[in-house]
């Protein structure tokens, strides 16, 4: 797997040649924020509109699937309702983690852009470390962008 960054910035979007994208709303915020605000200010407001009609509530693993072009340079969009910001804690961010690893597995797509839930918001839980489970050839691919990226240490011995 190959890990990428791209900001949440309606004219960097572009860059990230992927086929979906996946974005996270509250139930109880609107309007949206984070990378689901940017999705529908390019969109010309179609997830509002959803939100608006009663289409689509953001209640916690609600899930839709929008055509993305020709507004956004992804085929599908993928909108994932995380429920009450109040709600939000690190069983809800692992558990809205998994349905969006889920579904763009069952969907089969190789290349997306995913904005972690609760990130628009800055409500992720907090971590004091993560250990991910790769072989060394993975491990020598990821380890210098995300020390580059996040300021992490050189690896334990």
């Keep these: ?22 974005c996270t709303i509250w139930s109880d915020e609107r309007p949206v924020r984070g990378f689901a605000g ?3 200010w390019r969109m010309g407001g179609r997830l509002s509109a959803l939100l608006k009609s009663g289409f689509m509530r953001g209640d916690r ?15 599908k969009v993928i909108v994932l309702g ?28 190789r ?8 990130r628009g918001v800055e409500a ?4 004091d470390a993560w250990w991910l489970v790769e072989d060394a050839p993975a491990q020598k691919r990821m380890e210098p962008l995300l020390r580059g990226r996040r300021g992490l240490p050189a690896r334990e011995p």
Excluded: K
């Design 38 to 40: 940017q999705l529908d």
């Design 61 to 75: 693993g609600e899930l839709l699937l929008v055509p993305g072009r020709p507004h956004v340079p992804f085929e």
């Design 111 to 118: 290349r997306a852009v995913v904005e972690l839930p609760g």
């Design 1 to 22: 797997m190959d890990m990428r960054f791209v900001a949440r910035d309606a004219r960097r979007m572009e860059d990230a040649a992927a086929e979906v994208c996946a």
């Design 82 to 109: 995380l429920g009450p910001r109040s709600g939000f804690g690190d069983g809800a961010f692992r558990e809205a983690l998994a349905r969006i690893a889920r579904t763009l597995e069952g969907m089969r797509v």
């Design 124 to 127: 992720i839980p907090e971590h």
